[in-house]
């Protein structure tokens, strides 16, 4: 174990609880053909001594991992779409009710939340750092920026558009290492009664699946109702309600408003209580946690080799980023896994980072069907399975790895 990190939140000491080694950025699809190196960092996490909070303990330069090429496009799950047209359903029937509203989201990428606020005409801006999904966003009709959310954006946003209703973040709060910034910014763009809303992959459901997956790269934060609520307070923020979320194998949506704007649901109580009942956030659980991944590795590396010397083929589904880390982690290359289908054509063509598995267009799939599917997207399970019915009916199966790891 390492010296003990500073914290990016209130600067306490970071106390590693995993080091999962060298790993590649979790979104460099390469060509095949690419000469250059691979760039590799110290995958490790831990938790704050002083404010509990669960991070990475080494940060990755931004403009490495959100760029023209980031390959990752929102709209790639039917789930998805109908969760944030959803989401956009709910802030134009609460928040944006107001003479003119408006509506700020940070990390809107392809913009399948903001189009539904677009197509209603209500006033909004998206905040995409990575160009070409923010491309794709504009071609929607969406307005965006192609920016990092950060404090002197959030001041140019409000000398051109003025003061924001909600300030909506998916999946991209936890990405940003940068918190103060990111709360000035909020702070200066949002209306005395506005909402910063974010929603994120929840520590709570990490731990109860062991899905180590989501440790990698773009997530620098582990969120906890109880972590978010003293960063609120930090921050002059207060923690007005928590929602669970079944997306992304379980997340939390956090509404925060400035202190003493609005009365905290009864939900925020419930929830800390119940992360105090089950120590969600002490060292304990944690190296819990530790302990079943490395049980996860052993048991899926020694499944794959078994399926090897049985002579049987295994396909990869889904190029998610998340597998980044059980790739590399646990040492999965084109030996024991032949390639992976992807719908996304900015990744199809391409190797996935570090153990360079070829990525292959989902027709490839049943060219002939593998004998077994190692689903690395576990998160769309329904979704994947129902129009991949016909793989099963054919005899095939499918591996899957959390919580425990099982052959369906
Ligand atoms: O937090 C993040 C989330 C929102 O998205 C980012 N840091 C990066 C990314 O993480 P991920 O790549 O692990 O996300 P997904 O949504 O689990 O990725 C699913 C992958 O599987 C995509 O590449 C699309 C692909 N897919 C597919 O081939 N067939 C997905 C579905 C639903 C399908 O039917
Ligand atoms: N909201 C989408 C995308 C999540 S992927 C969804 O839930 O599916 C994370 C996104 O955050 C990427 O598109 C990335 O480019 C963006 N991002 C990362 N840092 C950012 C920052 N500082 N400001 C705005 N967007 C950022
Ligand atoms: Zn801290």
Redesign the pocket.
Known sequence: MSHPGVCRMCAGSVREFFDFGRQPLSDAFREPDDPRAEFFYRLAVGRCETCTMVQLLEEVP?ERM?HQD?P?L?SGSTV?RAHFEGVAERFLSTELTGPDPFIVE????DG?MLESIAKAGVRHLG????GG?ADLAAAKGVQVRKV???EATALDILRDHGRADVIYM???FC??PYVESVFRGVSALLTDGGVFVFEDPYLGDIVERVSFDQIYDEHFYYFTALSVRRMAHRFGFELVDVEPLPTHGGEIRYTLTRAGARTPSPAVDRLLERERETGLAEPETLLRLAAGVERIRDELTGLLRGLREQGKRVVGYGATAKSATVTNYCGIGPDLVEFVCDTSPTKQGRLTPGAHLPVRPPEAFAAPYPDYALLFAWNHADEIMAKERAFREAGGKWILYVPEVRVL
């Open positions: 931004r959100f980031y990752y929102s998805m940070v990390g809107c990428n399948v905040v995409e750092p990575s999904t990092f959310f950060e998916a999946n991209t990405h940003i």
